[in-house]
């Protein structure tokens, strides 16, 4: 079956049925996806942003077929995900953050010689993938040992082996960097810009903006079970790239009042606050020439400020700016 | 691109079973709860046993008591075992990667359970091992050479049953509540201790269909004398039934369980 997509998606949504009670059972749908459309083509790498519970998880497991949809389509290199999983599953590999889904009382070893076995890998290939893969993660020495001594970034590093096994066509990463050291994500993210330059279609989840920016052709924002937005990194910055940002250094504690002071000030659309340490950040996103330095330290009152430096809009604040959005227009509707 | 390998049929088969086996087993056998367990309940049915059957004026049958000890072992090593270890890839995680897999989940689960029913096996000998040792319980099996086969006919056949159970277990979260209720009712209606004559005359068709009620004939007749064989058969032809009806359930239940989305805790 040949196409040049690697994931198709249309209309895609879930919904989890809950029942609480036993005299007088309550009965509640929850819309976990509400209609998801993607587009990914074969060798791309695609980034799925979004808060906590905004679907991204729900929307890969659809994906790589471990959940059933309610409504919508959608097909992995031109095989449906609910009818047929084994050909998807052939062509996939999965691997999600976090400490769970290994063998934790047996060797790094002998969970990957398990998983080749069920990955089908040929047995005489078995052993050589193995110990390539372990090379590539970095757990050559360490394999015999068992995975309940391993660190965080260890175990992810062997999800990863697991998941590259039977070189898969297309690969699910379910915010693979959770957790782990920065030396172990930088680590990660050379591995998966390696994989898609060998022609490794990527789905990437992340919290980590800086790692969306660096690695992914095009991201789609979720919030909401819904796909807010859509583009090239660049494309998404230039959603807010219209608006100055100015950063504020606090060094008392910043109330609601004072945010709301400042949401009031002529010119600016966002304001939004951070501690850093021992200090508050306060990021402003305001219309240029609308609003001064001296408006927003005015709204700011008697605070004691510091630092106060303007900078190029990120890829963090296109995300928040079309998350903060989402939101409002959930809370009208 | 994809490095899916493409040996089919048997030999895929068998490895597929070994490798699992081999996975499962040591997996078990680092868990301290389960080594705890398997070394201990054998010695306490085996008590448990032999003083009944002491009491009840039955020194001549201490070896079948003994026996019938070890088949409760067996047969709660595979259910608790079946329903434990799904639970239990459950809280590992490991259940999604398992489904995520291109292998057909009924061969996943093949050696899950016969990982289990293996220390079943365990614990069927350790039983009669402690009777004799510390009960002073006369080794004297009427067909010492079919006993040994017996045991592990009747340990394949619980692990045949066990797959039944495992494919149910994938669909409820709260899988040992399920295990509790069906320990002990198992026991009775097999007459794996005590005879199924006492029971009322409805529970025969439940003993019937039971691989567990024909190994314990089986394995009984090996230590007190009877035909060995029939049973057995009867055993590994039921057990192969439930095979065929896990396999035609484990289709819709895995289709159930990516509907339902009960793969995971969360």
Redesign the interface.
């Given at each position: 079956m040949t196409t040049d997509l690697a994931i198709e998606a249309v209309d895609l949504a879930r919904s989890?049925r809950t029942r609480t009670g036993w005299l007088k059972p309550q009965r509640k749908t929850i819309d976990a996806v509400r209609g998801v459309s993607l587009a990914v083509g074969r060798g791309e790498l695609f980034g799925l942003l979004g808060p906590n519970g905004a679907g991204k998880t729900t929307t890969i497991k659809m994906l790589?077929?471990?959940?059933?949809p309610t409504a919508g389509s959608a097909r992995i290199l031109g095989y449906d995900v609910a009818r047929q999983?084994?050909e998807v599953?052939?062509?996939?590999g999965?691997v999600?953050g976090?400490d769970?889904?290994?063998?934790?009382?047996?060797s790094a070893l002998?969970n990957l010689?398990?998983?080749a076995?069920?990955?089908?890998?040929?047995?005489r290939?078995q052993l050589p993938?193995i110990h390539q893969l372990l090379e590539q993660v970095g757990l050559t020495g360490r394999e015999k040992e068992?995975v309940e001594g391993y660190s965080r970034g260890m175990r992810q590093k062997l999800h990863i082996a697991?998941g590259l096994l039977?070189?898969?066509?297309v690969l699910f990463l379910d915010e693979p960097s959770i957790g782990v050291d920065p030396a172990a994500a930088r680590e990660l993210r050379r591995m998966v810009a390696d994989l898609v330059e060998g022609?490794?279609t990527v789905l990437l989840t992340t919290h980590y903006m800086a790692e969306a920016d660096e690695l992914c052709d095009r991201i789609a924002v979720i919030a909401s079970g819904t796909v807010r937005a859509e583009g090239t990194p660049d494309e998404l910055k230039d959603r807010v790239r219209k608006l100055d940002v100015l950063e504020i250094e606090v060094h008392d504690a910043i109330g609601e009042e004072h945010l709301r002071l400042l949401r009031e000030t002529g010119g600016i659309e966002r304001a939004t606050v951070e501690t850093k340490g021992t200090i508050d950040v306060v990021t402003v996103h305001a219309r240029p020439s609308h609003a001064s330095h001296a408006s927003v330290l005015a709204a700011l009152g008697d605070l004691r400020t510091g630092k106060v430096t303007t900078r190029e809009p990120t890829l963090e604040d296109a995300y928040l700016s079309i998350v903060s959005d989402a939101a409002t227009a959930g809370s009208e509707g | 691109?994809?490095?899916?390998?493409?040996?089919r049929g048997p030999y895929?088969f068998w490895?597929?079973m070994a490798?699992?086996l081999r996975?499962h087993v040591?997996?078990l056998s680092?868990?301290g709860v389960e080594l705890v367990m398997a070394v201990f309940s054998p010695l306490v049915y085996a008590t448990l046993a032999v003083y009944l059957f002491r009491a009840g004026d039955h020194p001549d049958r201490l070896l079948q008591a003994a026996v019938g000890a070890g088949l409760m072992g067996v047969w709660s090593a595979v259910l608790f075992g079946a329903g434990g270890a799904i639970q239990e890839q459950r809280w590992?995680?490991?259940l999604?990667?398992?489904?995520?897999?291109?292998?057909?989940f009924s061969l996943?689960l093949m050696p899950i359970t016969f990982a289990t029913s293996l220390v079943g096996l365990y614990s069927l000998v350790a039983t009669v091992v402690w009777g004799v040792v510390v009960f002073d319980v006369p080794f004297a099996p009427a067909s010492p050479w079919l006993l040994a086969p017996a045991m592990l006919v009747c340990v394949v056949a619980l692990g045949m049953m066990g797959i039944l159970m495992a494919a149910t277990f994938v669909l409820l979260r709260n899988a040992n509540a399920l295990a509790n209720a069906l320990d002990y009712p198992v026991w009775m209606f097999s007459g794996v201790l005590v005879s199924t004559a006492s029971l009322p005359q409805w529970t025969r068709p439940i003993t019937w269909v039971l691989p567990t009620s024909w190994a314990a004939r089986a394995v009984q007749a090996a230590t007190g004398g009877g035909e060995v064989l029939r049973p057995s058969l009867v055993a590994l032809g039921l057990g192969a039934g439930y095979v065929g009806l896990a396999l035609i359930a484990l289709v819709w239940v895995e289709?159930r369980a990516?509907?339902a989305?009960t793969?995971t805790l969360t």
């Open positions: 989890y790589n077929t471990l959940l059933l999983p084994l599953r052939r062509r996939i999965y999600f976090g769970r889904g290994l063998y934790e009382r047996l002998d010689r398990y998983f076995e069920l990955y089908g890998v040929e047995p290939e993938r068992r697991r039977h070189r898969p066509d022609g490794t | 691109m994809t490095a899916y390998g493409t040996s895929r490895r597929l490798v699992g996975t040591l997996h680092r868990s590992m995680g490991t999604e990667t398992l489904v995520s897999a291109p292998t057909r996943v289709r990516r509907s989305g793969l």
